[in-house]
């Protein structure tokens, strides 16, 4: 069976500081892979996706990026964070135009 | 007009009630249809994907699709306190990479 992982589950960082969030997937091949993140009263947003290795769409502009250096591996980053970027950051995938499969997610507070 | 419409809530029923959470899309483009549960501080998880309209049930759940009002609702029998959780209704974009969700509804179920 599919599982998806999310570390850290819970972080804490000062503004300014840089960010990486993992999530990775087992039991599945060449998935695709979302980035998003949902905060207080305004629904989860859609920051990236990626069809494959190396492939990234953003489809939101802002100072976050997000790379895939392996097939099940999806990171998201920051070099300098901001208030904003404060929420819960969810990772999903799926092996089409299917069913979309969320991983625990990260409380990221920006202080 | 937002892509997809949801009323927040919350929503408070007792034990035993049917609810029915409802969406609104703008897109009569999309095709694929699903509904989330999200417990507090948890990843959202799948609870129903339909493509068609109807009239899809699973046990208490029963999801409905109307694509000439472009209207899709999720209706609980029996409702339990177990349910008392954030309910997000999710379309695929037209491009069919990316889901598009409502804001939530959030539903509690008192005993």
């Known amino acids: 069976s599919q599982t998806i992982h999310q570390w850290p589950a819970t972080l804490v960082q000062p503004v300014g500081s840089p960010l990486s969030l993992e999530c990775t997937v087992e039991?599945?091949?060449?998935?695709?892979l979302y980035w998003y993140r949902q905060a207080a009263g305004r629904g989860l947003q859609l920051l990236f996706y990626?069809?494959?290795?190396?492939?990234i769409s953003s489809e939101v502009p802002q100072n976050l990026s997000a790379s895939r250096p392996q097939d099940r591996q999806f990171i998201l980053s920051s070099k300098k964070l901001l208030l904003s970027d404060s929420g819960f950051y969810l990772c999903?995938?799926?092996?089409?135009?299917?069913?979309?499969?969320f991983g625990p997610g990260t409380r990221l507070t920006v202080l | 007009q937002k892509e997809v419409e949801q009323d927040p809530g919350p929503l408070s029923v007792p034990e035993g009630a049917i609810v029915s959470l409802n969406c609104t899309y703008s897109?009569?483009?999309?095709?694929?249809f699903m509904w989330y549960r999200q417990y507090s501080r948890k990843g959202p998880e799948l609870l129903m994907y339909?493509?068609?309209?109807g009239n899809k049930e699973d046990g208490r759940f029963t999801a409905q699709v109307d694509k000439s009002s472009k209207y899709i609702s999720l209706f609980i029998r029996d409702s339990q306190p177990s349910d008392s959780a954030t309910y997000l209704c999710?379309?695929?974009?037209?491009?069919?990479?990316?889901?598009?969700f409502g804001k939530g509804t959030t539903l509690s179920v008192s005993s």
């Open positions: 999903a995938w799926t092996s089409g135009r299917d069913e979309q499969f």
């Open positions: 039991g599945t091949s060449n998935p695709n």
């Open positions: 990626s069809v494959g290795i190396g492939q």
């Open positions: 897109n009569s483009a999309f095709q694929y």
């Open positions: 339909t493509y068609s309209s």
């Open positions: 999710a379309l695929y974009n037209q491009a069919g990479t990316a889901l598009i």
